[in-house]
């Protein structure tokens, strides 16, 4: 079975300064995708960025970018220019590559509670 | 639009009661899901349905019966509610093969709350 390790339940940040969020995962598997979703208080669940297992080059999307160690099975987050809409838990997913629409489950971590202080 | 859309958003009920959650999502997915948040923000899997049809059952009790009448709707109803049953349900889509296999888009959530 899958697991995602989030080892930070809490961090903080100051505005415009740099964090990284850390995970770590565990799996046989060798073809998966790894995601970081965001949930701010607004309950929304709303995807930040998506890296696919079988590629080195590590995704970025604008501010977020990240660090993706395939076998140290490692997959941190790095927000970058922080701003304070970016507060919200963060959670770190693993799901296998599927061969079947829907035979497949996002493997959530506990998530990282981030508050960017003004 | 809102993409994929849950009612209610928010249930307060009595224990013994029964309650449903309906979801529907206007992407064109093929594959929908039921996710439980816990009090402790922890998310997992209850069910997934692909055009209709039943792919993951978790171990979740019977008194949670999912229902797929089309491949845009997927309700969830709930027998006998429990204290244990309140939660943040969220209802998510995704398409299966193509550029965004894999990727989930999520409802808004719908907090049930038994007393």
């Known amino acids: 079975a899958q697991t995602v390790t989030q080892s930070q339940p809490e961090m903080s940040v100051q505005e415009a300064e740099t964090v990284t969020l850390s995970c770590t995962y565990d799996?046989?598997?060798?073809?998966?995708?790894l995601f970081w979703y965001k949930q701010p208080p607004s309950r929304q669940m709303i995807l930040v960025i998506r890296?696919?297992?079988?590629?080195?080059q590590n995704a970025t999307e604008n501010r977020f970018s990240v660090n993706f160690q395939k076998a140290a099975k490692s997959f941190s987050l790095k927000i970058s220019d922080s701003q304070l809409g970016d507060t919200a838990m963060y959670f770190c997913?693993?799901?296998?590559?599927?061969?079947?629409?829907?035979?497949?489950?996002?493997?959530f971590g506990k998530g990282t509670k981030l508050t960017v202080n003004p | 639009d809102t993409a994929v859309s849950q009612t209610p958003k928010y249930l307060v009920t009595q224990m013994g009661n029964d309650k449903s959650i309906k979801c529907e999502q206007n992407?064109?997915?093929?594959?929908m899901y039921w996710y439980k948040q816990d009090s402790k923000k922890f998310l997992k899997i209850m069910f997934s349905?692909?055009?209709?049809?039943?792919?993951i059952n978790e171990t979740v009790p019977n008194r949670f019966s999912p229902k797929s009448p089309d491949k845009a709707h997927l309700n969830l109803h709930i027998n006998s509610l429990e204290l244990g049953d309140s939660a943040v349900y969220f209802c998510?889509?995704?398409?299966?093969?193509?550029?965004?296999?894999?990727?989930?888009?999520f409802g808004a959530g719908s907090r049930l709350t038994v007393l």
């Open positions: 890296q696919e297992a079988y590629k080195q």
């Open positions: 997913a693993f799901m296998r590559r599927f061969s079947q629409g829907g035979s497949e489950k996002l493997v």
């Open positions: 998510a889509s995704s398409q299966s093969g193509g550029s965004g296999a894999n990727v989930l888009t």
């Open positions: 349905y692909n055009n209709k049809e039943l792919i």
């Open positions: 799996t046989s598997e060798n073809n998966y995708y």
């Open positions: 992407l064109g997915h093929d594959t």
